[in-house]
């Protein structure tokens, strides 16, 4: 178990942990939850040993491994597939090992070691985990180096999950995943078969992945024992209770000092008045805990435009090639609330963007009302803000005409106060930056307001608060998000991006979320008219050969693997009783290596055919 014992550490002088203590018992799922800067990613800190305490100790069992993302995987030309293969330092060494050991009994100690870690299905788990968050069979043969920094999180986090760390700690893991992938995630840590410390703003996580809740608040740890929505009930009822106890102190500490203060003159009553001043210093106060501050969002509100604000026939849209999505006919009103489903890649972004008016549609009609405003906000726009800035300075340049009064007005409507306006965005927490770009998305009172993931980095309160600001709120909703509490709390209507094409979803959230975990082909788009396809750029032959190069390559690894296991098998003395262990061990590898030849076959079956229908 992980045992945290009476810990104190300080933060510049100011104090995170107080003899702070908990304890984990060994295979729970448990959620860290606190506000944020109260030291949540410090206490992961101080468990992985970065940071030294100042008191107190933190212990776990011998040779325990400690696993999380720590960073994102370097750009390179290795494989996503083989990438996430040595994240498992113990295999990856001993397979090297055993390439070049000649010693028999170190060679049996390897594969026995070998045999115990389930060395030889590595690459059908590694490829499960890899297509869970989101890389199809293709793209797990591609290289690193062709993904941007926000997949390689993605790949880094497989990394950590392949290798099955005894403790693992993910400090807000699915702030790098859409809906799919997160939802896989939960499905994949409840399963998992060792001890699990998350840092999560995403309640359903939080309520079906986790067993129990370790609360930081006012420098110390308490253990709760169920998930979020449970945590939160009983914090409430501990709230309620404590309050009303402070109330009851308060009562008859004001007794107390009434009778002190009318008879302490009085020598008849002077016994009485002391005996009463004692008992005044044992009554010790009850403070009761505080209320989360409360977060606010203040959108304001448009004047009513006639329906439809967007209306779209025959559309089409992409980035110069083949479109990504096409025969679009939507209509969009002014109090429609809409999420889009559909997995990376199927065009949800994309979608946005048209609608937002950062892509033009390459056919068909979008036609828009004329006084039509739009508010789009989109992950990447937190990093597009000035780092050298303050809020302030932010929005002065939008408002260069409004008084500093209106706009400190405008900031603390986003939970940005005084000290934050204050500040340049360098020095700000995540969740203030996006409360920032939330402010800017949303200040000309848009129509309609396109959302792209935007709880990333904003905490639970945060996340309540937003609600609250979009249910009040006059204008349309489009939103994307991996946050199932916010589609469930906002969204009316449900659209599918799936295979180039648009569709409602007729189903509930539950239903997608079922689906999902079921399998791919659960989740069906209506069938579409079959469309001749369009000749194949150059670039996308040259893609398509390269790939096809990858799977020869693979193929000629893995039938040099398979000819090693061949002349091993090969060798008399290995069928002696004496080695019959021995022998069962090198079947079961050279049996592996032939399920991955036949997977490397189908791959490169598929590529050059694709290669031959283009070409």
């Excluded at 448990?30 to 940071?51: C, Q």
Aim: proline share 5%; hydrophobic share 40%; with cysteine.
């Amino acid at each position: 178990m992980l045992k945290i014992e009476d810990i104190t550490y300080n933060v510049e002088g100011r104090p995170l942990f107080e003899g702070a203590s908990a304890t984990i018992p060994t295979g729970h799922k448990v959620g860290l939850v606190g506000r944020n800067g109260a030291g949540k990613t410090t206490l992961f800190r101080l468990i992985r040993g970065e940071l030294a305490l100042e008191g107190g100790s933190i212990t776990l069992p011998q040779r325990a491994r400690i696993g999380g993302v720590a960073q994102e995987v370097p750009s390179s030309d290795t494989s996503l597939l083989d990438t996430v293969l040595a994240a498992d330092t113990e295999r990856a060494a001993l397979m090297a090992e055993a390439e070049t050991a000649r010693d028999p009994h170190r060679i049996a100690e390897i594969q026995a070691r070998l045999a115990d870690i389930d060395a030889w299905s590595a690459e059908g788990r590694a490829a499960s985990i890899l297509k869970g968050l989101g890389f199809d069979a293709e793209q797990q043969l591609m290289p690193c180096s062709a993904f941007s920094g926000g997949w390689r999180m993605r790949v880094a986090l497989a990394g950590v999950l392949f290798a099955q760390p005894d403790y693992l700690l993910l400090d807000e893991p699915t702030n790098y995943l859409d809906l799919e992938g997160a939802l896989w995630l939960e499905s994949y840590l409840q399963k998992y078969p060792h001890t699990v410390l998350i840092i999560s703003h995403d309640r359903g996580l939080l309520n079906r992945a986790v067993q129990g809740i370790l609360h930081l608040d006012n420098r110390k740890l308490t253990y709760w024992q169920g998930g979020y929505d449970q945590f939160a009930r009983q914090m409430a009822e501990r709230r309620a209770v404590l309050q009303a106890e402070a109330k009851k102190v308060e009562a008859r500490r004001a007794h107390l000092q009434s009778f002190v203060d009318r008879f302490k003159a009085k020598a008849s009553k002077a016994v009485q008045a002391q005996s009463r001043v004692k008992m005044l210093e044992k009554l010790t106060p009850i403070t009761a805990p505080e209320d989360a501050k409360k977060v606010v969002f203040t959108f304001p509100k448009p004047e009513v435009l006639a329906p439809p604000i967007i209306n779209l026939d025959g559309a089409a849209v992409g980035y110069g090639g083949p479109p990504v999505l096409k025969r679009l006919n939507l209509r969009i009103d002014q109090d429609d609330r809409i999420a889009l489903l559909g997995r990376n890649g199927e065009g949800k972004s994309t979608l946005a963007k048209l609608l937002a008016g950062k892509l033009q549609p390459s056919e068909g009609k979008l036609a828009r009302s004329s006084k039509l405003r739009i508010g789009y906000f989109a992950q990447h726009q937190v990093d597009e803000l000035h780092l050298d800035e303050t809020p302030l300075q932010h929005v002065m340049r939008l408002r260069p005409a409004e008084a500093q009064p209106k706009l400190r007005a405008r900031l603390a409507g986003f939970g940005l106060m005084a000290d934050q306006a204050d500040t340049v965005v360098a020095r700000l927490s995540g969740g203030q930056k996006a409360r920032l770009s939330l402010l800017l998305a949303t200040i000309d009172a848009p129509h309609l307001l396109i959302l792209d993931e935007p709880t990333n980095h904003l905490d639970i309160e945060s996340r309540e608060a937003l609600v609250e600001a979009l249910t009040e709120y006059p204008g349309a909703v489009i939103l994307v998000s991996h946050d199932m509490h916010l589609l469930g709390l906002v969204a009316d209507r449900l659209w599918l991006v799936k295979g180039g094409a648009v569709t409602p979803y007729t189903e509930d959230l539950e239903a997608y979320r079922r689906q999902l975990l079921a399998g791919d082909d659960e989740v069906k788009a209506p069938a579409q008219p079959v469309v001749k396809p369009k000749k194949a750029s150059r670039d996308e032959i040259s893609a398509l050969k390269a790939e096809v190069r990858r799977c020869e390559e693979r193929l000629a690894k893995l039938n040099d693997m398979r000819d090693k296991l061949a002349r091993k098998l090969a060798d008399p003395d290995l069928y002696e009783d004496a080695r019959k262990g021995e022998l069962a061990t090198w079947n079961a590898k050279y049996a592996e290596v032939m399920q991955a030849l036949d997977r490397a076959e189908a791959l490169w079956l598929e590529a050059q055919e694709r290669l031959e229908a283009v070409a």
